[in-house]
């Protein structure tokens, strides 16, 4: 049953206009209100707190669709700086935020020779459960050990829910801030769990804004729905769209599942060990018709997103096939041959440098346009690169939190993830 709190959300979310204006290149589309039906079941959803925002100033700001503060995010160093990359936007998934790419951000930039510049994670939706997005395999960098620190209101979310068309005007914003930020109207897009359908939808509802995405990663997303949704499609937030054989999703898919010029990508675990797609049935569902669909077996869920392997699989394919625009890599085929063909660990490497956050208040080195190895040039206050002293990580600190805290309600009781950690959350 919804209670008064849920039908309050509900017809907050219908009533909601649509995003004010703000600076965009010339011709985007502008970016509409939330479309989420007020008849979408409530439960799991609660408002959660304001997430942190490691952005330039000159970032432009704008507030949550839904709950009305500024969305946060991680990425940028100046209007207008540099570009030697098609600049990269990361989406998080269901009860996490932009934390969960900051170990993804440091293999790029270690790997890869990209730049904060040409990095940009959103945080829809406020502060993330720390917990629900934590990989099993993959420990925590001296970044992400940072965020914990500065935010560890995050040991004590019990998660609250995000549904799909609830987030696409968030995204469809921070898509185009970023456009104007960096100058550059192509982009690539890297999306886990929940954030690949929300990013999907938003290609499918503002199909110019799609013509503008280069490549797109799509890490072990509901694609064809989610196993811990089964039997919550009238009861559990978001369920209704994501639930195995839904009219969401079959809309969603109808005419083709990688439509446009864009080059598709998927990782995933297509067999047994990520608990939100079980076999047989649902094993597949993250796949999608007509990209390259790569499987990476016994795999947990969240490792998918941030373990060396993967990102080293999907940054060559960005690498080769998602440069366009005036920050196109002069020598992104080349640096793609090299990581797959070496597999260097971008973890070992130095750690990353954010602005606020790991800089100590001492500057970000810049890295320079060349790929891996290169030596970057320290800035006074923005950019990324080395961070001496910083590599390394370590196990997420005890918070006497009972398990149950970091899990999605009775959607993670149904698929029995208490067991495993205690970490997981419905992503």
Known sequence: ????????????????????????????????????????????????????????ADFPTFVDSGWGYPVGGIGGRAKGAALHHTPVIFVH?????????????????????????????????????????????????AADQAYFTAHSAGFANGGHGA????????????????????????????????????TRKLMHDYPALAQDVVAFV??????HGTSVCRGLETSYYGCDEIA?????????????????????????????????????ADQGSPQLQGADNRTFTGAYHNDLRVGVAEVDTYLPFLLRHGQAGPGMSSTGVADAARIESTQPNGLNGPGLCVPGLTDGGSGCPVASASGGGSTPTTVGSGGIGA?????????LPATGRSPLGALFGVAALVVGLVGRRGRRAVR
């Not at 919804?2 to 959300?9: K, N, P, R, S, Y």
């Not at 703000?22 to 609660?46: D, H």
């Not at 269901?94 to 951000?105: F, G, R, Y």
């Not at 864009?262 to 079980?278: E, H, K, Q, R």
């Open 1 to 56: 049953m919804i209670g008064a709190a849920g039908v309050a959300a509900a017809l907050l979310l219908a009533a909601a206009p649509a995003p004010p204006p703000g600076p965009s290149l010339a011709g985007s589309p502008a970016c509409g209100a939330s479309v989420a039906p007020a008849t979408q079941p409530q439960g799991g959803r609660s408002q959660p707190p304001v997430a942190p925002r490691y952005l330039p």
């Open 93 to 141: 998934g269901n009860q996490a935020d932009a934390q969960n790419w900051l170990s993804v951000m440091q293999q790029f930039v270690n790997v890869g020779g990209h730049d904060l510049q040409e990095l940009y994670a959103i945080s829809y939706n406020g502060l993330g459960n720390f917990y629900g997005g934590a990989p099993v395999a993959n420990a925590p960098t």
């Open 163 to 198: 549904a799909n068309d609830d987030e696409v005007p968030d995204l469809c914003r921070f898509i185009e801030e970023v456009q104007w930020y960096t100058g550059s109207r192509q982009v690539n897009i890297v999306a886990h769990s929940l954030g690949v359908t929300i």
């Open 218 to 223: 799509g890490v072990a997303g509901a694609n």
């Open 244 to 280: 195995p054989g839904s009219p969401w999703l079959a809309a969603l898919n109808a005419g083709g599942e990688t439509p446009g010029p864009t080059a598709w990508m998927t990782i995933s675990n297509g067999s047994a060990g990520d608990p939100f797609f079980n076999p047989p």
């Open 387 to 395: 961070a001496p002293g910083r590599a390394g990580g370590g196990a």
